[in-house]
């Protein structure tokens, strides 16, 4: 009773250190106006759960038609007039033209920034700089999304005929916890063995005078 009354700290705190928060960093980067059917790329260096989060920011303007004229936030909502007035938005699908879009043909492509009143839906100064920190989740990934897996920023539009302008972005990725590789399972099994090795060393020695 002891023996495992002493060891069983131990063993919570090794335990305890493999399930770790992990941040994938998501670097400044542009997405362009004309980035429509592929768009920059980011690889997950650790698999991603639908109640992990996306914390990002998106400042600019693209435009979808020549002028250059109906110019959107990253939420699509418009900031430069064109066939819809400023502060309206159109809808393109299940998402809104002009909007950030992230995702893979697999997996499907998700708005990122709700067309919101927060994001200058109605306004007749929507903003240009916007912020997140929302669910996978609640982006519509309804599964883990394994590490390694390619995920593109893409702009939602129908074609790339008269686009310009672009998106600067930038951000993270919060994992709540981490799952080892292989060889840290290997390390955390013998850092385990030597614990218990060297805790029944000492509690059998302590033990030879009570017994």
Known sequence: MQLSNCIAPFLLVVVGSVASAATITIPSTVVNGTD????PALTLTSTVQPTDTLTLTARGEVFLQ?????????????TTA?????????????????ALLIGNPTLGFFQIFPANIA???????????LTTNLTFGSLGFGSAIPSGTVLQLRVSDINTVDNSGSF??????????????????????????????VS????????RGVL
């Open 36 to 39: 429509v059917f592929s768009g």
């Open 200 to 207: 029944r060393k000492r509690l059998c020695s302590q033990s």
């Open 168 to 197: 600067t972005v930038f951000g993270q990725i919060n994992v709540a916890s981490g799952v080892p590789e292989p060889a840290s399972w290997l390390l955390v099994g013998g850092g385990i063995g030597v614990i218990a090795f």
């Open 66 to 78: 020549s002028g250059p004229a109906y110019g959107t936030n990253a939420a699509g909502v418009v």
């Open 119 to 129: 994001n200058g839906l109605s306004s007749a100064t929507p903003p240009s700089l």
């Open 82 to 98: 064109g066939s819809t007035g400023v502060g309206g938005t159109s809808p393109n699908g299940s998402t809104n033209f002009g």
